[in-house]
T-cell receptor, first 112, second 114 residues
Framework: DQQVKQNSPSLSVQEGRISILNCDYT??????FLWYKKYPAEGPTFLIS?????DKNEDGRFTVFLNKSAKHLSLHIVPSQPGDSAVYFC???????????FGAGTRLTVKP | DGGITQSPKYLFRKEGQNVTLSCEQN?????MYWYRQDPGQGLRLIYY???????QKGDIAEGYSVSREKKESFPLTVTSAQKNPTAFYLC?????????????FGPGTRLTVT
């Protein structure tokens, strides 16, 4: 039972435009959410996180939005750059516990 | 420079054989984790260890075993009891066990069992 779902396996955007990656979850107990980025032949690296007490967290070009009522979060990348091309994983956790549930990932391609 | 190493990058084994995947970190992290990734699925937790000589089962521990005799090492053994061992395996570590501690991942080992 996948508690975290990324329904778009891939996304292609033009350089300079906005990339929006979506993630849905089913477990209402999740209260901490993270995005990881993975390049080929490398392990995932942490990108940005958000606690359920917030609905937005921003770090440079990256912003994560959380809609608790819809059990939905999204990652916005503005402006998108070719170096952002990677697989992005959404993850969620209950409480202060590093036992995370990951989505299947979305492959982002940013075209020059 | 600090990081997590997993070796080898690719591993091939015959069905019925046990195989051990290596994971070493020099980040002085207390917590370490093993995940498995299959096509179209997210990372799934196999085992995790919060401290030396202690480890807990994750969601899919059946057919796997681990040990944590040293802080820097957390090897994973895929036993012959694991029904579908072919997968991409990722090791990670974090300074602490709480979720606010970022997990650092190794490059992964792709295991193929035929």
């Amino acid at each position: 039972d996948q508690q975290v779902k990324q329904n778009s396996p891939s996304l292609s955007v033009q350089e300079g435009r906005i990339s929006i990656l979506n993630c849905d979850y089913t477990n209402s107990m999740f209260d901490y959410f993270l995005w990881y980025k993975k390049y080929p032949a490398e392990g995932p690296t942490f990108l940005i996180s958000i606690s359920s007490i917030k609905d937005k967290n921003e770090d440079g070009r990256f912003t994560v939005f959380l809609n608790k009522s819809a059990k939905h979060l999204s990652l916005h990348i503005v402006p998108s750059q070719p170096g952002d091309s990677a697989v992005y994983f959404c993850a969620a956790s209950v409480g202060n516990n590093n036992d995370m549930r990951f989505g299947a990932g979305t492959r982002l391609t940013v075209k020059p | 420079d600090g990081g997590i190493t997993q070796s080898p990058k690719y591993l091939f084994r015959k069905e019925g054989q046990n195989v051990t995947l290596s994971c070493e970190q020099n980040l002085n992290h207390d917590a370490m984790y093993w995940y498995r990734q299959d096509p179209g699925q997210g990372l799934r937790l196999i085992y995790y260890s919060q401290i030396v000589n202690d480890f807990q089962k994750g969601d899919i521990a059946e057919g796997y075993s681990v040990s944590r005799e040293k802080k820097e090492s957390f090897p994973l053994t895929v036993t012959s009891a694991q029904k579908n061992p072919t997968a991409f395996y990722l090791c990670a570590s974090s300074l602490g066990q709480g979720v606010t501690y970022e997990q650092y991942f190794g490059p992964g080992t792709r295991l193929t069992v035929t």
